[in-house]
């Protein structure tokens, strides 16, 4: 090994190792992952893209931020104090060498006294030299490992801040992702979820899993009504085709539209004999005002054909 070995610091390598390792910083499990709702849009409301919606409990999330950055600001810091320690091992070792040269050259000098000195002085001198020689290529020879030693203990020392940074991205990320925030400019409109043994809205405290939709942001400019015919007729209808909409909630309205898009397959209806069954058919508003709101019920009645009225 060289002569002036290098101890890195012990936070180098470990505080990230002990960091994964601590559960109270990284989470026992899935508990610090729990989807409680803390703020949420009032139904109805006008919001636009970008707004908050809904913000779920993100405390430990944060704090597991903090415990990141400061992670990796003290690994940040621990490479600075290992270049600083290694530039100085450097400068210490080529004082060595020049220290071991200077007594090559002087072994060197004396050895020219030895005609004048005794066989045994004489032969000492010679030993002197070619172990003050052999001492001096010896330091040489370690620059190089020196080198290499010092640039892989800084290049793991780096690592280690990488995969922190690459944590606290990560954390980030998961804090970010706490809060919801409106895809486009729209309605809110909650869904309704199972709360307690009932079915209802979602509310602020409750605690959603993955995967639930609990909210929608519709956009009012593009209305579709979602409705359902008979087998017998789906292969009647075309996509374009002109409808007249009609909403239950408003019997005396009526609404242009036309048929955006149709299902390839039929299911099974209820209200129906097992060997029919319905084709869902997708049908656009074309004109919207205030009336038209999501999830109320409508009818339709498709224009399958129409005769121009001419005059003699």
């Given at each position: ?114 005609p ?68 486009m ?10 709360r ?17 939709v609990?909210?929608?942001?519709i ?16 292969e ?6 002109k ?12 609404f242009?539209?036309?048929?955006a ?14 060997f ?30 129409s ?6």
């Amino acid at each position: 090994p060289p002569s002036t070995p290098y101890n890195p610091p012990s936070t180098a390598g470990s505080v990230y190792g002990r960091l994964a390792s601590t559960a109270s910083m990284r989470g026992a499990g899935d508990s610090d992952f729990n989807l409680t709702l803390m703020k949420l849009a009032d139904p109805g409301a006008h919001v636009k893209r970008g707004d908050t919606i809904a913000e779920f409990d993100r405390q430990i999330q944060l704090l597991r931020l903090d415990d990141y950055q400061d992670t990796v600001k003290q690994l940040n810091d621990n490479i600075e104090k290992m270049r600083s320690d290694l530039q100085s091992i450097r400068k210490a070792h080529d004082h060595i060498i020049f220290a071991a040269k200077s007594d090559y050259e002087k072994a060197q000098l004396d050895l020219k006294t030895a005609p004048v000195r005794s066989a045994n002085a004489a032969e000492a001198l010679q030993l002197n030299v070619e172990e003050a020689k052999a001492r001096y290529e010896q330091l040489l020879k370690e620059v190089r490992l020196l080198d290499e030693s010092q640039s892989a203990q800084l290049h793991a020392a780096q690592i280690d801040r990488d995969q922190g940074k690459m944590e606290l991205e990560r954390a980030q990320h998961n804090v970010n992702l706490m809060v919801v925030r409106a895809p486009m400019d729209g309605i809110v409109v909650l869904q309704s979820i199972y709360r307690g043994g009932d079915m209802g809205p979602a509310q602020q405290g409750d605690q959603l899993y993955s995967g639930r939709v609990f909210m929608q942001v519709i956009d009012p400019r593009s209305m579709l009504l979602a409705a359902s015919v008979n087998q017998v007729d789906g292969e009647r209808i075309r996509i374009g085709m002109k409808a007249r909409i009609h909403l239950d909630a408003y019997p005396g309205l009526e609404f242009p539209g036309h048929v955006a898009g149709i299902n390839a397959l039929s299911k099974t209806s209820y209200r129906r004999p097992s060997f029919k069954g319905d084709i869902d058919v997708r049908l656009k508003i074309d004109a919207i005002d205030e009336h038209v709101i999501p999830d109320i019920s409508g009818s339709a009645d498709i224009v399958l054909a129409s005769e121009e009225k001419g005059a003699i």
